[in-house]
């Protein structure tokens, strides 16, 4: 993982966070259409006191609805959820540092609740605020970032932006890994991105935004750091012949498609909805 940051212990994470390159210049033919490309900035995202996070909704979310912050399972407060474990409505006062476009705080945002939280098929976690959209937005004039309801595609155009250290990740999708593995924990479907985007410690949890629609497509959760196979922090991919691949410098995220049919009336999470596949309890 990413590691989660606590006071000065990281420090030295913060090595090799070099820019993006800058895109080749190509010509296009007149009939050719170039996506439209959606401002990417840190308006929405929040700062955890040891990970990166950003304040969520669904296309069906209401502005009278309790917001949502997601984040990474291994961000918790209370430690790494154990392989196998899913943590659903656990009380929670968390707070949150909630930034603008520019980075800069703007209003700290507290959880009534854990609403779902794992680490096992994916790296994710949904907190429950006590705030509403409708509230964040008239106090602070900030909206939630959509969570994208259909998985991302190989070549995608990706930023990942970590409200922890106020930095922003420009690369690509890569591909997916069919199984990462890390350590004692296993995820699915996992998303690779291109080598551009160098995150380090304290990116956990950050949105994966699609510059293209601007909605989020994944939450970085991991990256292989020392060429290790299969280790802690030096995860693996395992395709689906058992074959096992080792990307030294890679960087990972997990998808969020899969919360949106699972996010019912009110934002309530709900694990027995049609079409609802996450990790149950």
């Known amino acids: 993982m990413k590691k989660p940051l606590v006071g000065t212990l990281f420090a030295l994470l913060l090595f090799g966070a070099g820019a993006a390159p800058a895109a080749a210049e190509t010509r296009s033919s007149p009939q050719q259409v170039q996506p439209a490309v959606k401002a990417v900035d840190f308006a929405g995202t929040v700062a955890l006191s040891n ?58 945002l507290r ?18 605020l006590t705030s509403t959209y409708a509230q964040i937005k008239t106090a602070h004039g900030i909206d939630a970032l959509q969570l994208s309801a259909t998985r991302p595609v190989q070549g995608t155009s990706i930023k990942v932006v970590s409200g922890y250290w106020k930095r922003i990740y420009s690369c690509a999708i890569d591909g997916f890994a069919y199984r990462l593995k890390e350590g004692a924990w296993t995820w699915k479907d996992s998303v690779r991105y291109t080598s551009a985007c160098k995150t380090i410690g304290g990116t956990s949890g950050s949105p994966v935004i699609d510059t293209a629609t601007g909605k989020v497509v994944a939450v970085n959760n991991t990256g292989n750091e020392d060429g290790a196979r299969c280790t802690d922090n030096n995860p693996c991919e395992v395709d689906e012949s058992g074959n096992v691949t080792v990307r030294k410098g890679i960087n990972y995220g997990q998808q969020t498609y899969g919360f949106v049919p699972c996010i019912g009336v009110g934002n309530k999470l709900d694990l027995t909805r049609p079409g609802c596949n996450l990790p149950k309890p």
């Open 51 to 108: 990970c990166s996070g950003s304040v969520v909704r669904t296309p069906d979310s209401q502005p009278g609805d309790p917001a949502l912050v997601l984040s990474n399972g291994h961000c918790l407060e209370s430690g790494f959820p154990a392989p196998g474990q899913v943590v659903v409505n656990q009380p929670s006062s968390r707070t949150f540092s909630l930034l603008n476009s520019t980075g800069a705080k703007v209003a700290t």
């Open 111 to 128: 959880a009534s609740k854990i609403a779902y939280a794992t680490m096992t098929d994916t790296d994710a976690s949904l907190y429950q």
